[in-house]
């Protein structure tokens, strides 16, 4: 017998009718003599309007009861998830973190969750219950609700396939897995069968809204497989493992791009020792995030140029920075706003040379002029001109054999 | 220092704005040293919302998941006031039932409060806090939540006074109080400075809408005294006490009027012992509520007339149960379903004699037939065509002095 975890995202359970339908989903594994767990989000647009209620209230809402108004949100989806299926003759109940408990450490609104106490819950899997479990939250040792971060459900879904040392988990979302591309960006994309955590990790910190990052570290960390899968339409997902086995030997495994991103260049800047710590600390205190950085060679070993990206959001806040910094002195600032960064990404790449070569190549065949280029090991990542993200995601995609 | 307790009815938090309002008039007792304990409702519209959600998962809703679901929304106002009394400078926190605890007993959707944990609270308060506390619920002794039934509010407000040993308890709603008589029927209505218990047990089972029969019995149980106010208006309410002190010599403290009564005659019902019950049973087995009964006296030793009557939705379903009944006989069946149920109530009748003589002659002046007439030791009710009711109400609160 399996013990089967299985996660449903806002838009899965988004309506009355939706929650009839993953009912369905949940039976039928029930049916297959599986033991199994569900975990919910709330339905969307739920948590959207308690945060603006919150925020009509205040426009600097107390992070303890944020997160005890928040956590209402996934208790009603899954109070009419267990109803649902109690009403289609499976015993079934509603868990909310407390009653489990969940233990979650940190400060509220992002906390992380420490322990899962399964006792109660394996009982009830022996029983053959099925538990419909909040995502998205816990209880803290003061006996406080908290809540774990956005698209914290997946983090609770991966915990909890960890602690009842789960067979499966399976996230249910309203795609059909992760695509070798972003399919709006480029119609070839093609969903991708199995792909590595850590491939996981580049394409979803590089734009790729499938899973957050920390989720799929979580999973890295505990060694959980996951598998991604679309409440809507019956048909495979993708598996996000660490598994070696059964990979194909494509060497690169998806194509990600950025928006909105801001390129900006320090000309003339004296160089010395620190130089560029003396530049970003402002920026960092700021909760500025700095992406690419070159540093030019040093010319007659005085002077330098430095080119960063960030988000262009936050431009205006850099220029300001940058021009009230008594620490450094330098010629000129100059900026680009309509910059994008696109990445190539495969853990295929560490043991076959000539990838950068190919890419600078497929690039330079369409006359895209590489601004600024940064690697990882199973990453090479390039800032373009916006207006050629989709011409170079189209070569790229046919040069690494992805169509 | 004083221990205060608030309770706020949905329509009181049911919006953001009302909300703000609500945290001006808890605050306005924090200023004046008390120790305050508030109790809320959900916001107005949202239990229903919770409602039918559930009727659309299904028409025999589990009761522990309807609930888990239903508890949610006292949870949103809870943790909304808090965050506002933060954000204007008080010291505030929710406290869901669970976190205090509030241990109910009895089934799900219809638990009683038996118990409230009252140490932490206690401690909280001493350090100047607000405990803002959901109404409506409860944990029980499996650690699931437990709703009390509706008005449930009003009932945790009952138990947190008398846990909490509190000197006031203040029920705010969007009325100003208990009247003399519906508004909405007679302009001249007053309202009431103050009643007791059992007056407002018989003015609140007879149709005056400001309280539930069982909070009453509760606060009369445990001899904790009621304010009724308006959250809407700055005006003194309705004190409901069991305490002499102060009550003016008035005999008749209200008036009250039922709507959608039905009267039943069996017509020529063979007498013999039992045969009253016979007639009930079945009626009492599908829950229909009889309420006022007359019984002729049996003419010839042989046949009487049975009259009572029931609610007007009932009717068919009584029509039914007493022709399929095998155990009487009688030769004819008739209804009136046009007919209300006019009370004057007061404990002064107690020690007033010729009470009853000047309704029955106040009725008559106007010449209004009586139907049924039914009495307890301090309300009396007389069952009259509905047609006359306004009329009706208006000679009676001019006759006891009500105007």
Same mark, same amino acid.
């Given at each position: 017998?399996?013990?089967?975890?299985?996660?449903?995202?806002?838009?899965?359970?988004?309506?009355?009718?939706?929650?009839?339908?993953?009912?369905?989903? @949940?039976?039928?594994?029930?049916?297959?003599? %599986?033991?199994?767990?569900?975990?919910?989000?709330? *339905?969307?647009?739920?948590?959207?309007? !308690?945060? %603006?209620?919150?925020?009509? $209230?205040?426009? %600097?809402?107390?992070?303890?009861?944020?997160?005890?108004?928040? #956590?209402?949100?996934?208790?009603?989806?899954?109070?009419?998830?267990?109803?649902? !299926?109690?009403?289609?003759?499976?015993?079934?109940?509603?868990?909310? +973190?407390?009653?489990?408990? @969940?233990?979650?450490?940190?400060?509220?609104?992002?906390?992380?969750?420490?322990? &899962?106490?399964?006792?109660?819950?394996?009982?009830?899997?022996?029983?053959?219950?099925?538990?419909? $479990?909040?995502?998205?939250?816990? &209880?803290?040792?003061?006996?406080?609700?908290?809540? $774990?971060?956005?698209?914290? +459900?997946?983090?609770?879904? $991966?915990?909890?396939?960890?602690?009842?040392?789960?067979?499966?988990?399976?996230?249910?979302?309203?795609?059909?897995?992760?695509?070798?591309?972003?399919?709006?960006?480029?119609?070839?994309?093609?969903?991708?069968?199995?792909?590595?955590?850590?491939? /996981?990790?580049? /394409?979803?910190?590089?734009? #790729?809204?499938? *899973?957050?990052?920390?989720?799929?570290?979580?999973?890295?960390?505990?060694?959980?497989?996951?598998? &991604?899968?679309? #409440?809507?339409i019956l048909k495979s997902g993708t598996l996000i493992t660490g598994s070696k086995k059964a990979f194909s030997d494509q060497i690169i495994t998806g194509i990600s791009s950025t928006k909105n991103d801001a390129k900006i260049t320090i000309v003339g800047v004296k160089d010395r020792p620190g130089v560029a710590a003396s530049i970003f600390k402002p920026l960092s205190k700021n909760l500025i995030n700095v992406d690419m950085v070159v540093q030019n060679i040093s010319l007659n070993g005085k002077e330098t140029d430095l080119t960063f990206t960030i988000k262009s959001d936050d431009l205006q806040k850099t220029e300001k920075l940058i021009k009230q910094n008594k620490k450094i002195s330098f010629k000129k600032l100059s900026f680009d706003k309509d910059v994008s960064k696109v990445s190539i990404i495969g853990v295929g790449m560490i043991t076959a040379p000539g990838i950068t070569y190919r890419m600078f190549q497929a690039l330079a065949s369409k006359k895209i002029n590489i601004l600024v280029i940064s690697t990882s090991e199973i990453k090479i990542s390039v800032l373009i001109s916006t207006k050629h993200v989709k011409k170079a995601i189209s070569v790229l995609h046919k040069e690494f054999n992805l169509d």
């Open positions: 017998m399996k013990t089967v975890v299985l996660k449903f995202g806002g838009t899965s359970v988004g309506s009355i009718d939706r929650i009839k339908k993953v009912c369905k989903i @949940i039976a039928s594994y029930k049916k297959k003599k %599986n033991k199994v767990v569900v975990i919910s989000s709330a *339905m969307s647009g739920v948590t959207n309007d !308690l945060i %603006n209620k919150s925020k009509l $209230i205040s426009n %600097n809402f107390e992070k303890a009861e944020y997160d005890a108004l928040l #956590s209402t949100g996934e208790q009603v989806s899954c109070a009419l998830i267990a109803g649902r !299926l109690n009403h289609i003759g499976f015993k079934s109940r509603s868990w909310q +973190s407390w009653q489990i408990p @969940i233990i979650t450490e940190g400060p509220y609104s992002s906390g992380r969750i420490k322990r &899962v106490i399964v006792k109660n819950l394996k009982d009830y899997l022996k029983n053959g219950g099925i538990p419909i $479990i909040t995502g998205f939250q816990g &209880v803290n040792n003061k006996f406080r609700l908290t809540t $774990i971060g956005r698209s914290g +459900s997946d983090a609770t879904a $991966i915990m909890l396939a960890k602690f009842i040392k789960a067979d499966e988990c399976i996230i249910y979302t309203d795609v059909e897995g992760v695509y070798t591309t972003d399919p709006r960006n480029y119609k070839k994309a093609k969903k991708i069968e199995k792909i590595f955590y850590d491939e /996981m990790l580049e /394409m979803a910190s590089l734009g #790729s809204k499938v *899973m957050q990052p920390t989720s799929v570290q979580d999973a890295k960390l505990n060694n959980i497989d996951i598998n &991604v899968k679309s #409440s809507f």
